[in-house]
């Protein structure tokens, strides 16, 4: 005869679970904003500032026929760091959230190399295999609002996508702290917008 666990047990094992997870990851109401929704404190941009702007509470990277590069990174350096933001594209853009230093991207958009969406994909130089997301092409929703959370937890990396995990990175060159990044890429016209940014310190 199976054995049946009494209902109070199975809750109490579901929120010890529950818990488990939140601990390994923390929830994103738990991430303090570092995007006001107002302006750009906080921020810092590295060339073309102007390719940066705020409208009505979303952060938006446009560059123009110069079609020239442009970061915004946060003042504040980060080591260990969850970082989440929402992110909105249409058409071929090229852009990343980037992490530590030396720089590791997380990929937004159309890579300029391999010419295809390589979207929570790590770029180091290259798109090592294991470092790809071939399921973000399942889940992203082209010209809607997308999720994207990145984890650089000691040698590790990882990305979720719409609450999924896609792409997971281990590598021990990128172990210093450095500002959080935001890019738009040089070689073509493109806009991308971010909101409802967060990240905490780990």
């Not at 990929?107 to 295809?116: A, D, E, N």
């Not at 609450?163 to 990128?174: C, F, I």
């Not at 016209?189 to 905490?200: H, T």
Request: some cysteine.
């Amino acid at each position: 005869m199976p054995l049946r666990l009494p209902r109070s047990l199975i809750f109490i094992a579901g929120v010890a679970l529950t818990a488990v997870t939140r601990a390994d990851t923390p929830p994103t109401a738990s991430l303090p904003p570092i995007f006001n929704g107002q302006d750009l404190s906080g921020w810092k941009a590295a060339r073309e500032p102007s390719y940066w702007h705020v409208v009505d509470g979303v952060l938006v990277g446009q560059s123009d026929d110069r079609k020239l590069e442009s970061m915004l990174y946060t003042e504040q350096s980060y080591g260990d760091v969850v970082v989440e933001a929402e992110v909105r594209f249409t058409g071929e853009i090229d852009s990343g959230i980037m992490v530590r230093k030396p720089e590791l991207q997380v990929q937004i958009g159309v890579s300029r190399s391999l010419k295809r969406d390589m979207t929570c994909s790590f770029y180091t130089g290259k798109y090592p295999e294991e470092a790809r997301a071939p399921k973000a092409a399942e889940l992203l929703e082209p010209g809607a609002w997308n999720r994207i959370r990145v984890e650089a937890k000691g040698d590790t990396f990882t990305v979720w996508l719409n609450g999924e995990q896609v792409s997971q990175y281990t590598d021990a060159t990128y172990k210093d702290p450095a500002p959080i990044g935001l890019q738009i890429h040089a070689g073509l016209v493109m806009k991308v917008e971010f909101r409802d940014i967060r990240a905490l310190a780990l």
